[in-house]
């Protein structure tokens, strides 16, 4: 089991904006960055936000990270049916010594 | 552009041990700070993270399956091989590797769908 809590499924209507949370604790969110993973229905994961709030090039200012203290959150602004897709959290743990997954949402664009 | 690709059986039995590679290009793991991690996924399921080998050869493993896994990794070769012991069908998913840089796993394999059924 996900040392990292994320709710199951968030949804809205296209051209709304959804957000995802993430909750961890002081070994891993609260210091370290976190990324956020975008996993399209039947492919790879693909790398979204790094460093807590930061795009790689090629991901359109739609998508934004934020932290605050042990949470993290994912938003998604003028939702588009190529957004439904499975989000992922992740993050180092110093504890474990170990890379940690959240527990995974899933966006559905109504 | 980074690519890296898994291989290696599709099917093992009860018991068995699963070796996959990972061959990737446009990278090396001699670069500082690069490492190559893998990530398991059962159908339906959450992302799950198994192990990573850095550049300089340190290794990192989930405490959960830490007794059962193993990362190597040929430079000459632009791979790195998991191998993970004593297969149960609990571990059938699909299982990515990914490329690590200092700011997260940036570029995924596709993944290969490893079944465990005698």
């Known amino acids: 089991q996900s040392v990292l809590t994320q709710p199951p499924s968030v949804s809205a209507a296209p051209g709304q904006k959804v957000t995802i949370s993430c909750s961890g604790s002081s070994s891993n969110i609260e210091n370290n960055y976190v990324c956020w993973y975008q996993q399209l229905p039947g492919t790879a994961p693909k790398f979204l936000i790094y460093?807590?709030?930061k795009r790689p090039s090629g991901i359109p200012d739609r998508f934004s990270g934020s932290k605050s203290g042990t949470s993290a959150t994912l938003g998604i602004t003028g939702l588009q049916t190529g957004d439904e897709a499975d989000y992922y959290c992740?993050?180092?743990?110093?504890?474990?010594?170990?890379?940690?997954f959240g527990t995974g949402t899933k966006v559905t664009v109504l | 552009q980074i690519t890296l690709k898994e291989s290696g059986p599709t099917l093992v039995k009860p018991a068995q041990t699963l070796t996959l590679t990972c061959t990737f290009s446009?990278?090396?793991?001699?670069?500082?700070?690069?490492?190559v991690a893998w990530i398991r996924q059962p159908p339906g399921k959450a992302l799950e993270w198994l192990a990573l080998?850095?550049?300089?050869?340190?290794?990192r493993y989930s405490p959960s399956l830490k007794s059962r896994l193993t990362i190597t990794k040929d430079t000459s070769k632009n791979q790195v091989v998991l191998t993970m012991t004593n297969m149960d069908p609990v571990d059938t998913a699909t299982y990515y590797c990914a490329h690590r840089a200092t700011i997260g796993l940036d570029y995924w394999g596709q993944g290969t769908l490893v079944t465990v059924s005698s």
């Open positions: 460093d807590n709030n």
């Open positions: 080998i850095y550049w300089d050869d340190d290794k």
């Open positions: 446009e990278f090396s793991l001699d670069t500082s700070g690069v490492g």
């Open positions: 992740g993050t180092w743990d110093n504890s474990l010594s170990a890379y940690v």
